[in-house]
């Protein structure tokens, strides 16, 4: 027996606000659905994700459903659950993945926790926000207790790990129960294979770039999914990369050979199929307006953005002190300061609160809220005589 797993393919994702970016996501994820009909598995497993926004756009919706058909027609049943993207934020709310269930889609949920394939157990939860850890912990070990029945488990997350995320994480290592065969990860957007309990924890990553952050991963992993062999006493997994339909291209240059540098990415990127975007980053500038306008003038038709960054003599000490991998973020700072109240519920209300409301998310911080006052305040009925 084999299934695929993938998760964090973010359809209807627009990065950097264009439509040519949208459509790379949708067909990449359209190349995997392929790919897993060409290796034939039994069933396909989806962490989370599946859509960048709660409320998916007609495109992204149909993207799904074609893909679900493919899978329906090869007779491939596909569990999946609701990651943090895909989730309204309010208590009672059904996401997007709900809509195909007449087309195959078996949706783990809360009330539907865990499925059952032949002899194998999948069970699972959606995307649990840290202000609800506790929750969370308490699901996960129900779930575990189920598992203890069956020879064969999967437990499906859409979650962070302290182990494999600097700050933002919903659960520790020692949270997680050990007694699955296979935990099918999303959330992380970088490949991670890892032994845990009598099994492999694997986060195969999201589908494409979805942050230019995620590029060094991808240089060194690729993006795709993995196939899971669980025949044998230990899954065996296997990356499949899949092939991205546009280019990052990072390159640094020097002001002094900036004309022969550009020439360079020139000749490189004429023949690319797609216009690829352009990460630029140009060292000891003396004129920015100039750089600017020889690397627009000369790159903007062959690619389809060109990001530069102008570092002048004398910024080195500047860079250092923003230097992005060791600066302070807001959530850092945010948590810092909070620091002297030494409650770590308040913190977690405090980073799920900044990640709400810097999507313009008002009506679920106001669910978020009302239910953190609702656990940590309860309001006793007064008995009546």
Not at 71 to 85: C, D, M, Q, S
Not at 309 to 318: D, H, L, Q
């Amino acid at each position: 027996m084999k299934f695929a797993h993938l998760a964090d393919t973010h359809l209807g994702y627009r990065q950097f606000g264009l439509y040519e970016r949208e459509k790379d996501f949708y067909e990449v994820f359209e190349r995997i659905i392929d790919r897993i009909i060409e290796e034939k598995v039994d069933f396909v497993i989806h962490s989370g994700d599946l859509f960048d926004n709660a409320r998916p756009s007609p495109l992204a919706l149909f993207t799904v459903q074609k893909a679900l058909i493919k899978l329906k027609n090869a007779n491939i049943p596909i569990f999946a659950i609701a990651g943090n993207h895909d989730t309204v934020m309010r208590k009672g709310a059904i996401p997007p993945q709900v809509l195909f269930k007449k087309f195959g889609l078996k949706v783990i949920s809360p009330i539907n926790t865990n499925y059952m394939f032949e002899d194998v157990f999948i069970a699972g939860l959606p995307f649990y926000p840290s202000s609800q850890d506790k929750n969370l912990k308490n699901k996960l070990s129900e779930l575990s207790k189920k598992a203890a029945n069956h020879e064969k488990s999967i437990l499906v997350l859409h979650q962070g790990i302290d182990k494999y995320f600097n700050l933002q994480y919903e659960l520790e290592i020692g949270d997680v129960p050990d007694n699955f065969n296979y935990y099918a990860m999303g959330h992380l957007h970088n490949y991670i294979n890892d032994d845990f309990g009598k099994g492999k924890l694997v986060y195969p990553g999201s589908s494409e770039v979805w942050k230019t952050t995620e590029l060094g991963d991808y240089r060194k992993n690729g993006k795709g999914f993995v196939i899971v062999d669980f025949d044998s006493a230990k899954p065996s997994v296997t990356r499949i990369k899949i092939d991205l339909p546009r280019e990052f291209i990072e390159k640094t240059l020097d002001y002094d050979t900036l004309a022969h540098g550009v020439e360079e990415i020139k000749e490189t990127i004429k023949d690319f199929d797609k216009k690829p975007i352009l990460n630029l980053t140009v060292e000891n500038v003396t004129s920015t307006t100039a750089a600017y306008d020889l690397i627009t003038e000369e790159l903007d038709d062959l690619s389809l953005m060109v990001r530069p960054k102008f570092i002048t003599p004398g910024e080195e000490n500047i860079d250092l002190i923003i230097d992005k991998e060791n600066a302070l973020g807001p959530i850092e700072v945010l948590s810092s300061r909070l620091e002297s109240y030494d409650d770590e519920d308040i913190t977690k209300l405090a980073i799920e609160l900044y990640n709400l409301l810097s999507k313009d998310e008002i009506e679920e911080s106001r669910q978020l809220i009302d239910e953190f006052y609702k656990e940590r305040y309860p309001v006793e009925e007064e008995e009546e005589d």
